[in-house]
């Protein structure tokens, strides 16, 4: 293979590896919950209105109250939320926010973003509570852990 | 004359029969015309491109490409990572064809150096190496995927940790290309976007065609000890030629599934070549000659024969299961029809070749034939 023929493909395999990262940074999917509930940042309460309806990215506004959360599902990091306040003083709020790549949950507060708060605080990774056990399933442990163990259960032979 | 309709006749033997057993079964199956046509035209934008792929080998003298089913293999690979890493949209899709792209390019080089060992015998030499290629396809997806390839989603995987479930959802792209440019003319979804793919991929083979490899392609497909004589490396241009069309059976595959909105993992690309086949042999191409045209006119016959058989069958004789089971007698029967046909034509050629050089007239028949 000659230099020229050499160079050539190289430069093509390092656009594909580029063109694929771009890709992947732009349609990378996110899942944002659109949350109306109050939050404390620095010691100030920030509290959305009583009905909003919220927009992202162009899509069909939905109508919120206050302690609500909506799940909205996008790609890309840059985005766009159009927030209109009905209740109160009417007024339309339009910002942009970032998604980092590899945050696949985010939790976008609407009383940071309508309070004016640093926009470092508008989106937070969403991480999801651990689940409590039913009563039902916590009697089964408590069930489970009084009885004895056999002697011998670790060289009892595996099921096949 | 007589001579010229029997040469007609037997040159669209395929066709005719294909188009009389429609205009059987398209009454008979009373659905209605605006449901059938949807359907086709979904249907048009869903295999055209994959039946395409099949083209260029022809064209160098291999046959049919069962090896097709390879690259479509690469394509379901391509659309599983992007499923995982959570890729949508036409983004998602570019990107599957681009990691389907090296992983086609590879086992179409395979594929072709094969073939190349076993010139003359390239359609059944495929069709075994896709069976031989599939246990590795299940191996890496059904066992290393999880445990060697990292998988992020863990809704993707098997209850045991490894290996990827039977079925993935592609809701992030499905019809994201058909509805790319939507269009609804008298209450018909059509699908723009896909149509102008396989507009796009249709020029690149007529270009291609009149290109020095192009030409390279058919005189080796014509004559490999002519063209071997003539300074044009055959062995290299039969590799190009199934590498493209395994790259193009991979891009086909993800159109094909994008359309579906769901992958079967392990058997989404089984009878992917065996249907691209029939249709376009279904469309009046044989083993040796195959074009755009036919590309076109064997996916509507074939797809239509799939749309009315079932229930024309369940008219008929009271059971839908006959549609089923008349897809798969369609399928292998118009492939065992139209090898018949080509051993047929050419054994008469031959005959009416050694007749001529003997210096005797052919016979009637053999003539019209030939």
């Not at chain 2, 359907?39 to 491109?49: P, S, V, W, Y």
């Amino acid at each position: 293979m000659s230099s020229r023929s050499l160079i050539q493909r190289s430069a093509l395999l390092f656009a594909l590896l580029v063109l694929s990262a771009w890709l992947f940074y732009i349609g990378k999917a996110h899942t944002l919950l659109i949350d109306t509930n109050a939050v404390t940042l620095d010691g100030r309460e920030f509290k959305s209105a009583e009905a909003i309806t919220v927009s992202v990215d162009g899509k069909t506004p939905e109508d919120m109250g206050r302690a609500e959360r909506i799940l909205v599902s996008v790609s890309g990091q840059q985005h766009r939320i159009v927030i209109e306040v009905v209740s109160g003083g009417a007024r339309k709020v339009e910002k942009r926010f970032a998604v980092p790549t590899f945050m696949d949950s985010a939790l976008v507060s609407i009383p940071a973003i309508l309070g004016d708060a640093a926009p470092e605080h508008w989106v937070t990774k969403f991480t999801a509570a651990d689940r409590e056990d039913t009563p039902a399933e916590q009697m089964q442990h408590e069930g489970d852990a009084a009885l004895p163990t056999p002697p011998d259960a670790k060289s009892l032979p595996s099921k096949p | 004359m007589i001579s010229k309709l029997r040469l007609f006749l037997i040159e669209n033997a395929v066709v005719i029969l294909f188009v009389l057993l429609i205009a059987f079964a398209i009454p008979v199956s009373g659905l209605p015309a605006s449901f059938l046509l949807q359907e086709i035209l979904t249907r048009l934008g869903r295999n055209t491109f994959l039946v395409i792929a099949l083209l260029l080998p022809i064209m160098a003298g291999m046959g049919l490409n069962f090896g097709m089913v390879l690259g479509a293999m690469a394509g379901q690979i391509g659309l599983i990572f992007i499923t995982d890493w959570g890729v949508v949209g036409l983004p998602g899709l570019l990107l599957a064809m681009i990691i389907s792209l090296p992983i086609s390019v590879f086992l179409g080089w395979l594929c072709g150096s094969i073939m190349n060992l076993a010139k003359g015998r390239e359609m059944v030499t495929g069709f075994i190496l896709a069976f031989f290629m599939n246990g590795l396809y299940m191996m890496v997806v059904l066992y290393a995927m999880g445990s060697i390839i990292p998988v992020f989603n863990p809704e993707m995987l098997l209850s045991r940790g490894y290996g990827i479930r039977n079925v993935v959802g592609l809701d992030g792209v499905r019809q994201c290309l058909d509805n790319l440019i939507p269009l609804k003319i008298a209450g018909l979804n059509i699908p723009v976007f896909s149509f102008l793919i396989i507009a796009a991929v249709s020029w690149f083979i007529v270009w291609f065609r009149k290109t020095k490899l192009g030409q390279d392609m058919r005189a080796a497909g014509q004559d490999r000890a002519v063209s071997g004589a003539a300074g044009i490396p055959v062995e290299q241009t039969r590799i190009v030629a199934i590498i493209i069309s395994t790259v193009l059976a991979g891009i086909g595959q993800i159109i094909f599934l994008q359309n579906l909105g769901t992958i079967n993992t392990t058997s989404s690309h089984e009878q992917i070549g065996m249907f691209s086949i029939a249709a376009l042999l279904i469309g009046g191409a044989s083993v040796t000659k195959a074009s755009i045209p036919n590309v076109i006119v064997g996916v509507i016959l074939f797809h239509l024969l799939f749309l009315v058989s079932p229930m024309a069958g369940k008219n008929l004789i009271g059971s839908g299961m006959l549609g089923e089971y008349f897809r798969q007698f369609v399928s292998y029967g118009v492939i065992a029809l139209a090898l018949v046909l080509y051993e047929w034509k050419r054994a008469a050629q031959e005959h009416a070749s050694r007749a001529t050089l003997r210096g005797g007239a052919p016979a009637d028949g053999k003539e019209a034939a030939a």
